[in-house]
């Protein structure tokens, strides 16, 4: 069974920048898209980037230009560069793996946002 674990999260200043790893435990056939999710108290869980094995990648309007997502297959990892951090982007971020068979999740990482 193949999982997902995800590091990096923390707290930061307002401005700051953070980057967050997904790495799976194995390899995953059939890969779809990648993403990073995140979801925020009180609000329902929203798609932030993703990643499709076609290599184009689709942004959360309010975290373009600022949040950059990226994948390294040799190391079965998905990242997720994000600078300029606004307190709005406190939330718990999930990745995703989605394959023709399967989705898989990690569990989740707190990033807050704070000064």
């Known amino acids: 069974q193949v999982q997902l674990v995800e590091s990096g999260g923390g707290v930061v200043q307002p401005g700051g920048s953070l980057r967050l790893s997904c790495e799976a435990s194995?390899?995953?056939?059939?890969?779809?898209?990648g993403g990073w999710y995140r979801q925020a108290p009180g609000k329902q869980r929203e798609v932030v980037a993703l990643?499709?094995?076609?290599?184009?990648?689709n942004y959360l309007s309010t975290v373009k230009g600022r949040f950059t997502i990226s994948r390294d297959n040799s190391k079965n990892t998905l990242f997720l560069q994000m600078n300029s951090l606004e307190p709005e982007d406190t939330a718990v971020y999930y990745c995703?793996?989605?394959?023709?068979?399967?989705?898989?999740w990690g569990q989740g990482t707190q990033v807050t946002v704070t000064s």
């Open positions: 995703n793996v989605a394959s023709v068979i399967k989705t898989y």
């Open positions: 194995g390899s995953i056939n059939g890969i779809t898209a």
């Open positions: 990643i499709f094995s076609s290599g184009i990648k």
